[in-house]
């Protein structure tokens, strides 16, 4: 089975960056993986996705400018850098894989495997 670890989360004030870590094992083909995010009392969010098919990645318009998604292969990590942080981003960050995306990215039943999410909180 897939496995995936998010890491990396943490207080940050506004304006500053973090950088999220998404550690996956048992991964052996080809994959997509995204990040969401969770805010109290709403529903989880796409944020971002990276393909390993062709390296193409996507963004929410929320963060379009201020977080990039990256791999390393050789670490079978994925990493989101969150540059220009802002209250709003406050959240659970959760890192999320499938082999084949069907639909759309941002959709949570594309993904079948989920790491245990890392609190992200920014202050202003």
């Known amino acids: 089975d897939v496995q995936l670890q998010a890491s990396g989360g943490g207080l940050v004030q506004a304006g500053g960056s973090l950088r999220l870590s998404c550690a996956a094992s048992?991964?052996?083909?080809?994959?997509?993986i995204a990040w969401f995010r969770q805010m109290p009392g709403k529903e989880r969010e796409g944020v971002s996705c990276i393909s390993s098919t062709d390296g193409k990645t996507y963004y929410a318009d929320s963060v379009k400018g201020r977080f990039t998604i990256s791999s390393d292969s050789a670490k079978n990590t994925v990493y989101l850098q969150m540059n220009s942080l802002q209250p709003e981003d406050t959240a659970v960050y959760y890192c999320a894989s499938t082999t084949l995306l069907v639909g759309t990215w941002r959709g949570v039943y594309e993904y079948d495997y989920w790491g245990q999410g890392t609190l992200v909180t920014v202050s202003s």
């Open positions: 048992g991964i052996t083909s080809d994959y997509v």
